[in-house]
């Protein structure tokens, strides 16, 4: 049994001008010790979609159906009670701007400790000492010290390991990292990603990484979920998405990333803009972006194919390949079986 089980996972957003679907039937699982990516660009669904896994939604959102499984035990209607021995215990996040997710008002070391004190069963020495071994874990020198200092006098990359450091305090089982990297310079990105893998293979937790970097994915990631307007479009290996791609969104996204080979050249972005996800079209949503684009994409959505025991894709460029290699028959009508 997989560590977390989502299935058929559907969360709007009910405002004045209408029900915003943000997340549309999502599903996948996620094992122990393993690494999940979730790619996309902006308002694709991906915070969502681990909002929805910890519930913690804008006052708006609201999971409208599906499942969500974390070590068997059903977690969508599971009360406000038992949510709050999940989050911090089982699952942690680390939200994308340390700055804003860190309280100027108060010290790291309140911070810190509020969290154990909060999830745990441990008195206040021994929250004091968990907290000065989190920093120290995460590479911070003179913990002791760091624990009577305030956010703002922290760099970047030292706030970013603080709130890694707290979300590995109570040893959750997942942790999902939102755009872990966004607010930081290169250099700094790189130890962060070296520090998370590194901690990842020591204490083997699973951790879902939502980002819009490819090259984080090519770094981290065992498994891949390319989501576009609220759905999982590709998902598979991570050699099998960025080597074997068979989606069109997905190749576009491929396209458009600066290589060795394209220096020089001008890099091919996707053109058009995203889908308005209160006018959700009837067939595929990137149809309207797609240079391939064919008249059933408009009209009806394709289902997730298998491309092989790796891989899956809800692309109907794969049934139109199918068809012309002969591994897919059609009926007389000419529509694939």
């Not at 460029?317 to 897919?328: D, P, Y």
Request: net charge negative.
């Amino acid at each position: 049994m997989s560590l977390l089980e989502v299935n058929d996972l559907h969360t709007s957003f009910f405002t004045p001008a209408g029900e915003v679907r943000a997340v549309n039937g999502v599903s996948f699982n996620l094992d122990r010790g393993k690494v999940l990516g979730i790619v996309g660009e902006s308002g694709s669904g991906k915070s969502v979609t681990a909002y929805s896994i910890m519930q913690i939604l804008a006052g708006t959102g609201k999971i409208v159906s599906g499942s969500i499984k974390l070590d068997g035990q059903e977690l969508v209607d599971a009360g406000e009670k038992t949510m709050k021995t999940v989050r911090g215990n089982k699952v942690s996040i680390i939200f994308q701007d340390p700055m804003t997710s860190l309280n100027p008002t108060y010290t790291i070391g309140h911070q810190l400790m509020e969290a154990i004190l909060l999830h745990t069963d441990r008195n206040r020495q021994q929250a004091y000492d968990r907290a000065v071994e989190m920093l120290r874990l995460v590479n911070i020198n003179e913990p002791e010290k760091r624990m009577k200092q305030y956010p703002f006098e922290h760099s970047g990359g030292m706030r970013q390991r603080i709130m890694i450091a707290m979300a590995l305090a109570c040893e959750p089982d997942i942790l999902i990292a939102d755009e872990p990297t966004t607010a930081l310079d290169v250099t700094i990105q790189a130890q962060i990603l070296e520090l998370m893998k590194s901690l990842q293979e020591e204490l083997g937790m699973a951790i879902i990484m939502i980002t819009h970097d490819l090259g984080v994915v090519a770094q981290m990631c065992d498994e891949v979920i390319v989501m576009y307007a609220g759905s999982i479009c590709e998902q598979g290996t991570a050699d099998e998405i960025f080597y074997n791609p068979h989606h069109e969104y997905t190749k576009g996204l491929l396209r458009s990333i600066p290589t060795a080979d394209t220096a020089g050249t001008r890099l091919k972005p996707i053109t058009g803009t995203p889908i308005d996800l209160l006018n959700m079209p009837k067939g595929c949503p990137f149809a309207p972006r797609c240079d391939n684009a064919m008249k059933i994409c408009l009209t009806q959505r394709c289902a997730r194919m298998q491309i092989n025991d790796k891989h899956q894709a809800a692309c109907w460029m794969n049934v139109k390949a199918g068809v012309e290699n002969g591994s897919i028959e059609t009926e007389k009508g000419g529509e694939a079986k």
